[in-house]
């Protein structure tokens, strides 16, 4: 072997060994990032779903006592008419938190935002 042969670039095989090697590391960071903020959006479905479970506990437990004394108030003055009444208010309070839950929802909170978007620098820059 030759003086020349030890100051050489590495050969294809080696090159494409480093290629490989860092295109595995850097799949393997993308998984640890993926891991964090699948770990981070469980924690934000857990907290949603224990909020709207008390929410709706709560809430019915309060619908249907302001109910009955809606109701038992207002019979006497126009009797039968209270019910449609408090159906129309009880959807209309039921379109609204749709909508609130829907924008919660859409906040992006559970898109996985870090790694998107490294994800699609990371295919930028591969293509």
Avoid: C
């Amino acid at each position: 072997m030759s003086h020349d042969e030890g100051n050489r670039p590495p050969g294809l095989i080696a090159s494409l060994g480093l290629v490989t090697r860092n295109a595995i590391a850097l799949l393997l960071n993308r998984l640890e990032l993926a891991a964090l903020e699948l770990a981070e959006v469980r924690n934000h479905l857990l907290q949603l779903v224990l909020v709207f479970a008390l929410a709706v506990l709560l809430g019915g437990f309060a619908l249907i006592y302001a109910s009955v004394t809606v109701v038992y108030l207002a019979w006497a003055a126009i009797g039968w008419v209270i019910l449609p009444i408090i159906t129309a208010v009880f959807l209309v309070v039921a379109i609204g938190l749709i909508l609130y839950a829907r924008a919660l929802i859409r906040s992006g909170k559970l898109a996985l935002p870090a790694t998107m978007a490294e994800l699609k620098s990371d295919r930028d820059m591969l293509l």
